[in-house]
Nanobody, 122 residues
């Protein structure tokens, strides 16, 4: 069983930055393609970014490309999401995930963590 713990969220003004972290326990972290998703009030959970196991291939949703950067440290079993130029539409609970491409394809995921709240407001 895998356990995911997200952190780093908070309240930030438009144009500001935050760096999210997700620590993974269980399984072999380096084998996982890691991803970030977010869920805003009254909306479905949506894909944000993903990164290959070695960390050499990132993928981004169009809505965040150029503003967000995903990275990972396999020695720390941690994936990060650096978020810059934040705007109100980025307000959501952010979750990490160990099988993002399958989830995007419609597969049910059983190991969502508690997420971390990001609120962008002036």
């Amino acid at each position: 069983q895998v356990s995911l713990v997200e952190s780093g969220g908070g309240l930030v003004q438009p144009g500001g930055s935050l760096r999210l972290s997700c620590v993974v326990s269980g399984g072999t972290f380096s084998r996982y393609v890691m991803g970030w998703f977010r869920q805003a009030p009254e909306k479905k959970r949506e894909f944000v970014a993903a990164i290959s196991g070695p960390g050499d291939r990132p993928y981004y949703a169009n809505s965040v490309r150029g503003r967000f950067t995903i990275s990972r440290d396999n020695a720390k079993n941690t994936v990060y999401l650096q978020m810059d130029s934040l705007n109100a539409e980025d307000t959501a609970i952010y979750y990490c995930n160990t099988d993002p491409f399958a989830v995007v394809a419609g597969k049910e995921y059983d190991y969502w963590g508690q997420g971390t709240q990001v609120t962008v407001s002036s």
